[in-house]
């Protein structure tokens, strides 16, 4: 069967290439169609279009609409020409939105991979995925019922990031040698993880490293994003105690004894190696005030969220350094505390489910597909 896929990210390559490999356990002669990144590239030969030739700043993108809007083309006269058996948009809303409905009213399936999250914002796309998309496959468990009160199909089959952490704690070495291999010294270690976007480091790395300096007895660790060069990070970084590793994200968590997070992915990654965490976020009064109007969720953190309670401390807006700098020191030296949130790490495992989330979407979807033939 045919299958054709877009993702726009990193993320996306990633979750969508082990998709693709389990889609040929599955289906053995799978056909792929796709814009992605080269980890879909090592799975099939059938990229059309790079994922970076899509990705703009949102400041950019009005200075790229040509080129956007003509990439969208190319994708739809791929799609209309290669006559897929279901079309597979991955996350990246703003993009496979648009693919989305064109692909369903020129009569192909559409089984939406990593729904947008319309639930925190632009719930107004409820109505156009309920219209154009046949099945969405979420990754959050409050999800099912947020979109069945929609009247929509959905699935849950778990979040594919247990299956990423799993494969690496398969093949880690542990703390000790990873340390020594990154010239890290004997003291415990604390992640910092800013963010993926430069006026998140902007905002939350100088905080970071400000409480860093009222730790002396623990050496801090910034995750560099992929995304950004490094002669980005060395101003806030000048005095060399506050160290950074790149492409080393899982194994930094492994090694930590807590880590300090801009919310995102990344304070569920944290969770899932069982790491205390406080999570903070700051940006403009401007943008703080227009995200108040508009996004619909209680909290910022996806542990918070998945587990509708307050178990890792959200610090917003203010009193950034003195409210995080207090919980850091609580989980450092009560052990009590410590225990309490790794105790709702455990809650939150078993919400999400077990490994094998991949393939457990892909046999669901060839199972689909199959049926719609007979």
């Not at 939406?112 to 925190?120: D, L, N």
């Not at 944290?270 to 009064?285: C, D, I, M």
């Not at 995080?324 to 809650?347: F, M, P, V």
Request: net charge positive; glycine share 6%; aromatic share 12%.
């Amino acid at each position: 069967m045919k299958y054709f896929l877009i993702a726009g990210e990193a993320s996306g390559d990633l979750h969508a290439s082990n998709l693709m490999k389990e889609l040929i356990r599955h289906d053995p002669c799978a056909e792929f169609r796709f814009m992605g990144g080269d980890l879909m590239k090592q799975i099939s030969p059938g990229l059309i279009m790079h994922y970076k030739e899509t990705s703009y700043m949102m400041l950019d993108v009005l200075f790229h609409l040509g080129k956007i809007f003509r990439n969208l083309r190319k994708i739809k006269v791929e799609l209309v020409n290669w006559e897929p058996d279901v079309v597979i948009p991955v996350d990246y809303p703003g993009f496979n939105m648009r693919i989305t409905k064109f692909a369903s009213s020129a009569g192909f399936r559409v089984f939406y991979f990593i729904s947008p999250k319309v639930w925190a914002w632009k719930q107004r796309r409820v109505f156009a995925l309920r219209k154009f998309a046949e099945k969405l496959f979420v990754i959050f468990p409050f999800e099912v019922e947020y979109f069945k009160k929609f009247g929509m199909e959905v699935e849950y089959s778990g979040n594919p990031l247990v299956d990423g952490v799993k494969d690496f704690q398969h093949s880690f070495k542990g703390g000790n040698s990873w340390r020594h291999e990154q010239g890290l010294d004997s003291r415990p270690v604390i992640a910092l993880l800013a963010g993926s976007r430069k006026k998140e480091i902007q905002s939350m790395l100088p905080t970071m490293t400000m409480i860093a300096a009222r730790h002396l007895d623990y050496q801090f660790v910034v995750a560099g994003a992929p995304s950004i060069e490094p002669e980005f990070y060395r101003p806030f970084l000048e005095d060399g105690k506050v160290k950074i590793v790149y492409g080393q994200t899982y194994s930094l968590l492994a090694s930590a004894r807590a880590a300090l997070v801009t919310s995102g992915t990344a304070t569920l990654e944290a969770a899932l190696f069982e790491v205390p965490q406080v999570v903070l976020y700051r940006t403009s009064h401007l943008a703080y005030s227009i995200a108040k109007q508009i996004v619909k969720i209680k909290y910022i953190s996806l542990v918070n969220l998945i587990l509708n309670r307050d178990l890792v401390l959200e610090v917003i807006q203010k009193r950034l350094f003195s409210q995080t700098e207090s919980e850091l020191s609580r989980i450092l030296d009560d052990a009590s505390h410590r225990e309490q949130i790794t105790e709702g790490y455990k809650d939150l495992k078993l919400l999400i489910g077990e490994d094998g989330v991949s393939e457990r979407v892909a046999n669901r979807m060839v199972e689909l597909i199959k049926e719609e033939k007979e």
